[in-house]
């Protein structure tokens, strides 16, 4: 990470975090407020194999207000539909966040995953290492991802709601991904959490 932040001074570039995660229509625990000997139960039906697939970057540049940008797939759990975010959607995304940048360059900083080795995006990195330069966190090190931060939150956030089908969860992660879009200083809570600094020793 040190050669990436120098990197990042020297290219006046983003370093952007970028993460997938899905959530399904069991929801996490959450906390609420309820009459005293009371516990509040809210009823959920858990069923069903659909899913809202995530993929966010962080984006944070000395000086700069830090960014949030993502994109979203509905997975319904039919026959033949993609289970995940392939090479087209990991390439726009990161087509739209140098847009919506400014146009700087970036320094995206992910994980191992298989789909982050496809030839298709690897190829695509390639071509475009005039503005793109590609750094690998180190094996099970989702603790210096501040994305994951991200996630948690917005997992939290579900805690208590009960949609009934993917199309009612579907906007509620759109809603609480706009929520923290609005609070840099949330999202620099989650850089905080990872330990990482932006200045190179």
């Not at 180190?138 to 956030?157: C, F, I, Q, R, T």
Request: glycine residues 10%.
């Amino acid at each position: 990470m040190v050669a990436g932040k120098r990197t990042a001074q020297l290219l006046g570039a983003w370093i952007a975090f970028e993460d997938e995660a899905g959530q399904d229509l069991k929801p996490g625990k959450g906390r609420t407020w309820s009459r005293r000997g009371r516990t509040p139960l809210v009823k959920v039906t858990g069923k069903g194999s659909g899913r809202v697939l995530m993929a966010g970057v962080i984006c944070v540049r000395p000086g700069r207000e830090t960014r949030l940008l993502y994109r979203t797939q509905t997975y319904r759990g039919r026959t033949g539909e993609k289970k995940g975010f392939r090479a087209r959607e990991f390439a726009d995304l990161l087509t739209s966040a140098r847009r919506q940048l400014g146009g700087a360059p970036l320094i995206v900083v992910w994980d191992n995953a298989s789909t982050h080795h496809a030839k298709p995006l690897r190829e695509f990195c390639d071509r475009n290492s005039d503005w793109l330069t590609v750094v690998k966190l180190p094996a099970y090190a989702p603790d210096l991802n501040p994305v994951e931060g991200a996630w948690a939150h917005l997992k939290k956030s579900l805690a208590n709601l009960a949609p009934h089908t993917i199309e009612d969860l579907t906007p509620l992660v759109k809603n609480r991904l706009r929520g923290i879009q609005r609070r840099p200083d949330v999202l620099d809570g989650f850089i905080a959490e990872t330990g990482l600094t932006l200045e190179p020793p």
